[in-house]
């Protein structure tokens, strides 16, 4: 077709000027011909064709929906002189004589009709019968269950803004009502399998008939946007009774376009035509995106469900030979699109791309198809692909699929891998992650973050000419109340990245997460709903197995010796698991007879159940405004929902665990929340706290000054040229101008920001897709200006390999209480500074299985104890499942040690300097001290021990300080070999310098460091020792010490994701030491060291015994197997 040919180069070129519907004419033409060529170029002619068969196959379907259904039987108002079931009885007879087949009822009745409507007067009596059965399965309840599943007889309803959700209210106490769904509604769930198996291809069809196909008068403004008026652009967008301004499609895609194509059974051209806006495409539509359906012209009635079209569209070209390569090819070469219809040619431009979320992913996508060489890097581990995925094609798109509730944690697509739910295919990321990973110009480096790994002056030092950030949201936000932070409550994000990222909820994982019912989520978000969603899944796979593991280690281990040792608390929470998995193992039994699913939300209501906890109503809820769909599928798992419930205080037990939530009665007046002076209780075990996040801006927080900030975003700026101007935020996503850029510039060195971390682009993973389409050109422009280069791409890529691989050099595992592991990690090497220290995975790829556990190390912080040119020391004590395993690591292995973290340790100079550490604190005191003394201060180290077996590096120790005091809590002291020092029998650490200040012990060799001239006091070892110090600074050791002492305490909180304020494991309360009163909450793992006297050492207790039980038990299970 010549003029279909000339007019996509004019189309490509920009000589001719589209509007939108001659742009829609031009690809739709062009969209049959290259499905025709990739069929061809695929060898899988017959296959395609099939495709299209089948779509089409569901015509007759649609006609019979449309004449029979909706005209004829929606306005039947005669009588009906037969039965429903004489009339199903009669329809089956005429389906026999016809000779058609009754497995696919619908169809054959819908043939029938399409012959007797051929010719209405010759079956004016089959046509009047079959109408009759149409309106009686369409009014009558009874009738209706005949054709429930039959997407012929879903017609579109009426929609009500204020009622969205199908809800029945239950009492819940005398003065509470709580909200769930109706019993006929829920669905059973059980464990992490993917939730929603997505409409069959007759309701995709359906929906796709239900379009209008807007496209042919501009009117698509699913794609584009509902304006307030057609056609006056100046008067904006309109905003729906919710108050939520009707966008469309953040990407613009050619919705209408890609319905057409599918409607007329092109698959692969549908796919096309829907990757020209959107090559990222695996990454939305079903249960990810609906700014689409806001935005559909249907606004009265339900809307067309566009996101189930799109994965349709996905998946049916999926489901063809050499599925994944058509996607593959189409993400670089779409003869569809006016740019990047082809991967430019290596410009020597290089890129950091810091997150591989759905931002960062993108933008790597856009940046390699414009030439450039983009290196992606994000702080969580990222699993290797296997080698066979890279080098050769893969076939079927079975060979990439996984049962999600036992599927690789590959840790690619940051929150779509983490954040999202099974509710999501996550298999479709290992599309977009393969696309990436084949490609020569894109490199992929896991637990590196910028800020500690890599610094912007190391990027350009590397020789890269842009960053771009996009490392999503961070500082999940503190609901202010009493007891928070007590143990039970953690951040919902806590919870959601310990369960999809360790594998906690995985039957073969080693991974602790300990959860409780009832639970109560307090929040109104998508991340408070799903969190609820997967407490309740998560809570039976917990059960599971501990009674599992219970049981199978009970023959050879025990009773007696698992249950030594453990609390009275301990003991009564491992019956209650106990019991609770017993009652699971018998409904499964139960269910198992009886041929169906189990039904565990009956026993999950009668242990307490997960309530959602909002401030207001369902309906002013983050939740229902934006994704009211989610909401609706998250309560038929039997949640529960508690509107108008601000929360004031949590109460403890007896063992200082949460025992239940204190809120303030909220009423409504006029619309308007408001406070009333009633309290109302909720039982609960476990509250999870999902209160919204702030954008990440980090790394201003570690560097100030380099970055200009507009509240708690980067300020947006636009670039003109080589400068660069301040713009204000815009209004939304689809505005003209975002302001890409922050306030950076560096020579002519520019840093863009998008996805979460941008405030007109966050809150959804299409927005962040949408960010990187908008902001890759501008990115473009900006290198453009810059000097051309030419380099060697392969001498890059080997040098960034080299820089951001870490892998064991040796290991030495002498002493049988520490290992000492060195790494060969070059660039974490150079930045490392004394006292900052690491998070240590092993990949579970790699990781062996023994019976039925995967050896695999989830999470574990280490300490930095030095640097030796590109390898850094770590010593590891030998207690807890994931350091046991650390003993398993052979050199050369590969694995993840993201950081440096942490703050380093303040070094000042000339002072007096007395460090009192434990065990774990002389594996950090082997780097401080040196540094310490080369600053010209002295140093006295309290070295406390529990034996001395347990000392190690004695030498090294000794060059770290100016004079040591050995103590040793059991057993012979340790040898002092310098006068200065001395060796003590001694467990109390405050007593010990008692007597040292009061000159009743002290070196041999002469007088030591006297406490009076102290200038600084660092305390590094157990909660115990930091709390001993605490109280004693202000009473028995007051005396010895200056007035003016500066106590410092290293916070050992529990960890995970150790990026300064993502997960929030980390969150440690400070308090006024003069009053006692908290005053704010600080992530440890961005500033460990925090003055003595501030540290809410009880919270702290309470925040490293979250998970005190299951980590004994899965120290007792690495025992066993």
């Known amino acids: 077709d010549a003029g279909l040919g000339d007019g996509l180069l004019a189309y490509r070129l920009g000589t001719e000027v589209l509007d939108g519907q001659s742009r829609s004419a031009l690809l739709l033409g062009v969209a049959r011909h290259l499905e025709a060529f990739v069929a061809r170029l695929f060898r899988i002619e017959a296959e395609a064709g099939a495709l299209q068969g089948q779509t089409r196959s569901h015509d007759g379907v649609m006609a019979f929906q449309k004449h029979f259904v909706q005209r004829r039987a929606r306005r039947y108002r005669g009588a009906f002189p037969r039965s429903f079931a004489d009339l199903q009885q009669w329809l089956d007879e005429e389906i026999r004589r016809h000779g058609f087949s009754g497995a696919d009822r619908e169809w054959a009745i819908a043939r029938l009709g399409e012959i007797w409507l051929a010719d209405e007067a010759a079956f004016a009596a089959e046509m009047e019968g079959l109408t009759q059965w149409c309106a009686l399965a369409l009014s009558d309840p009874q009738a209706a269950r005949a054709v429930a599943a039959w997407p012929s007889f879903r017609l579109p309803q009426r929609v009500d803004p204020t009622d969205l959700v199908p809800l029945e209210r239950l009492p819940r106490g005398a003065c509470l009502e709580v909200q769930t769904a109706p019993p006929a509604r829920l669905r059973r769930r059980d464990g992490f399998h993917l939730t929603d198996t997505r409409m069959g291809a007759r309701g995709v069809q359906s929906e796709v008939h239900y379009c209008l196909y807007c496209h042919d008068h501009d009117g698509d403004f699913c794609s584009k946007g509902f304006p307030e008026k057609k056609g006056m652009p100046e008067l904006g967008l309109k905003i729906d009774p919710l108050g939520v301004t009707l966008t469309g499609c953040p990407l613009e895609e050619k919705i209408s376009e890609m319905h057409l194509l599918k409607r007329d059974g092109f698959g692969v051209a549908a796919l096309a035509m829907v990757m020209v806006d959107n090559p990222m495409v695996p990454a939305t539509g079903h249960r990810i995106c609906n700014d689409c359906m806001k935005a559909c012209i249907y606004q009265k009635q339900d809307p067309v469900n566009i996101p189930e079209i799109e994965t349709r569209v996905l998946t049916d070209v999926l489901g063809l030979p050499w599925g994944v390569e058509i996607y593959d090819l189409l993400t670089r070469w779409n003869p569809l699109r006016d740019r990047q219809y082809l991967p430019k040619p290596y410009s020597g431009r290089k890129v950091l791309v810091a997150g591989m979320g759905p931002a960062g992913f993108t933008m790597a996508h856009h940046l390699t198809q414009e030439g450039c060489a983009v290196v992606g890097i994000d702080g969580l581990k990222i699993e290797p692909l296997p080698a066979q995925w890279l080098d050769a094609p893969v076939r079927d798109w079975s060979e990439l699929q996984e049962d999600l509730d ?353 405030p007109v682009f966050h809150g959804s993973v299409v927005k962040a897709i949408a960010s990187a389409k908008a902001t890759y050109p501008q990115v473009m422009a900006v290198l453009g200006a810059m000097p051309a280069l030419a380099d060697d791409l392969a001498a890059f890529r080997t040098r960034m390999a080299d820089a951001l691989t870490a892998r064991v050099l040796r290991i030495d595992r002498t002493n049988p209480a520490v290992a000492e592991l060195w790494v060969r990690a070059p660039l974490a090497a150079r930045n490392f500074r004394p006292g900052q220290f690491f998070r240590l995975q092993t990949f579970e790829a790699t990781s062996p299985m023994q019976s039925g556990t995967r050896l695999q190390i989830p999470v574990l912080t280490v300490s930095g104890a030095g640097v030796e040119g590109d390898a850094i020391r770590l010593l590891v004590l030998q207690w807890g499942t994931g350091p046991r395993l650390v003993g398993r690591l052979q050199p050369g292995d590969q694995l993840v040690l993201m950081g440096p973290t942490g703050a380093p340790t303040h070094i000042p100079r000339g002072q007096t300097i007395l460090v009192v550490a434990g065990r774990w604190g002389a594996a950090v005191m082997l780097d401080i001290g040196p540094a310490l003394r080369a600053a010209g201060n002295r140093v006295l180290y309290v070295a406390a021990l529990g034996r001395a077996s347990e000392l190690d590096h004695q030498d090294e120790l000794e060059a770290a300080a100016d004079q040591i005091l050995w103590c040793t809590a059991t057993g012979p002291c340790i040898s002092a070999r310098r006068p200065q020092d001395c060796a003590v029998a001694a467990a109390d650490m405050v007593e010990l310098l008692r007597a040292y200040g009061a000159g009743e012990i002290g070196p041999e060799g002469g007088e030591g460091i006297a406490l009076p001239t102290v200038d600084r006091l660092m305390v590094m070892g157990s909660t115990g020792l930091l709390k001993g110090f605490q109280q004693a600074l202000k009473g028995e050791l007051q005396p010895y010490f200056r007035a003016d002492l500066q106590a410092t305490a290293t916070v050992g909180s529990p960890m995970q994701c150790m990026l300064k304020g993502v997960c929030a494991q980390c969150l440690q309360w400070q308090i006024d030491p003069e009053t006692g009163q908290r005053t704010r909450a600080v992530f440890s793992c961005a500033e460990q060291d925090q003055p003595l006297a501030w540290v809410d050492l009880d919270n702290l207790t309470a925040r490293q015994t979250q998970n005190r039980l299951l980590e004994r038990l899965s120290s007792q299970w690495l025992d066993h197997v």
């Open 406 to 758: 036992e599927r690789l944690l590959l840790g690619f697509g940051g929150v779509a891998e983490y954040g999202i739910t099974v509710r999501w295919d996550k298999n479709f990321l290992k599309l977009i992650y393969l696309s990436l990973a084949r490609r020569a110009r894109f490199q992929l480096f896991g637990g590196v973050r910028l800020g500690g790994t890599i610094t912007l002056d190391d990027a350009w030092a590397l020789g890269f000419d842009h960053v771009c950030i996009a490392t999503g949201a961070g500082l999940p936000r503190i609901v202010p109340m009493g007891e928070s932070l007590a143990r039970g409550m953690r951040q919902a994000s806590d919870f959601l990245m310990a369960l999809q990222l360790t594998g906690a909820g995985k039957k073969s994982s080693l991974a602790n997460l300990q959860v409780r019912l009832p639970a109560v989520v307090i929040g109104g978000g998508l991340t408070a709903v799903d969190t609820a969603t997967e407490v309740q899944a998560y809570y039976i796979k917990q059960v599971e197995k501990v009674l599992e593991r219970y049981e199978a280690m009970l023959p050879t281990v025990g009773e007696e010796k698992l249950h030594a040792g453990l609390s009275q608390e301990d003991g009564q929470i491992l019956e209650e698991f106990l019991v609770h998995g017993r009652a699971v193992r018998a409904e499964r039994q139960r269910a198992a007879a009886a041929g169906e699913l189990p039904n565990f939300v009956p026993l999950l209501q009668a242990w307490g159940g997960v309530t959602l906890a909002y401030r207001k109503g369902m309906s002013q809820s983050p939740a229902y405004t934006r994704n009211h769909e989610e909401l609706i599928k998250a309560m038929q798992e039997g949640l529960l929902y508690a509107e108008g419930l601000d929360p004031l205080r949590a109460e403890l037990d007896v063992y200082g665990h949460i025992e239940r939530m204190v809120f303030r009665r909220m009423t409504e007046v006029e619309g308007q929340w408001l406070n009333s002076s009633a309290e109302v209780e909720l039982p609960a075990r476990a509250v999870f706290i999902a209160a919204g996040t702030v954008p990440n801006t980090i790394y201003e927080r570690e560097y100030p000054g380099t970055f200009v900030l507009d509240g708690d975003h980067f300020q947006t700026h636009i670039a003109h040229g080589e400068a660069l101007q301040a713009v204000q935020v815009a209004a939304h996503c689809k505005a003209p101008e975002a302001g890409p850029f922050t306030s950076y510039a560096h020579d002519r060195q520019r840093i863009s920001f998008l996805g979460d971390t941008h």
